[in-house]
């Protein structure tokens, strides 16, 4: 038999956890194409497995096979599939629509900074599943896998496996439930905090002075840029306001 079980960070013994589930038993939208069914994994993990002498064999080998292409859950995924922090990795017409903005707001004597830009569609899923997890609205056995995200997010034990989520949650800083379909995975949205510009005089895309007292003066002034503010979470913008 070839040699299966890799060692490093897996260290998964569950014994009796179920490993699979039924396909798109939960929450993948549909319009998440990259979002494949487990089935597709569990058959990816058999062909993995060289012939076996016996059924028997075959049998015993699967689940330690399907194991050791899975890293468990926890803060250091945070680490993989990087975010965009420069307005470059956006499109061209959001680019520079933000870009335009941010320029303004420089002339306007404000300051940005920049904490996202462009989110890599793996990312967003670890990121909404984490959350969901985190806030108990889906068993850590029924999230569906992603095609190119080894991560195993049932740890054998309810417990373990919410507190690896929560961890995280804690360690992407998220503040507002991700969406699947987030605009940043479609290069259409910045995460920014916009500081200094009280009482300052800024120009707006239609060359208008406008004197900032609140917040909303500023966000509408983004809105002549194609920058539309999300109120419901506080550094996000995007094309749609979405
Ligand atoms: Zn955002």
């Not at 995924?77 to 307005?87: A, I, K, L, M, R």
Request: positive net charge; contains cysteine; proline residues 7%.
């Amino acid at each position: 038999m070839p040699v299966l079980i890799v060692p490093g960070p897996v260290g998964n013994t569950v014994g009796n956890r179920e490993l699979f589930h039924s396909p798109f038993a939960h929450g993948c939208s549909a319009d998440v194409q990259s979002c494949v069914p487990t089935g597709a994994l569990n058959a990816k993990a058999q062909s993995a497995i060289a012939p076996a002498a016996t059924a028997a064999e075959a049998l015993s080998a699967l689940p330690a096979a399907a194991l050791s292409q899975r890293r468990l859950s926890g803060a250091s995924w945070v680490n993989e599939f990087p975010t965009g922090t420069s307005t470059a990795d956006l499109t061209p017409s959001f680019r520079d629509a933000v870009n335009a903005f941010i320029a303004a707001i420089d002339a306007a004597g404000g300051s940005v900074s920049i904490s996202a830009t462009y989110r890599p569609p793996e990312r967003a899923y670890l990121m909404h599943y984490a959350w969901d997890i985190a806030k108990g609205t889906i068993q850590p056995d029924r999230v569906p896998a992603m095609t190119g995200v080894d991560i195993e997010w049932n740890h054998g034990n309810k417990t373990q496996s919410v507190n690896a989520a929560k961890a995280m949650v804690r360690a992407y800083e998220i503040v507002h439930r991700p969406s699947l379909t987030t605009n940043h995975a479609g290069r259409t949205a910045i995460d920014m905090q916009v500081s200094g510009m009280t009482n300052k005089t800024i120009t707006d895309k239609k060359g208008k002075k406008v004197t900032i007292k609140k917040a909303s003066d500023l966000h509408a002034v983004g809105a002549t840029y194609g920058v539309h503010k999300l109120l419901s979470d506080p550094p996000h913008w995007s094309a749609d306001g979405h």
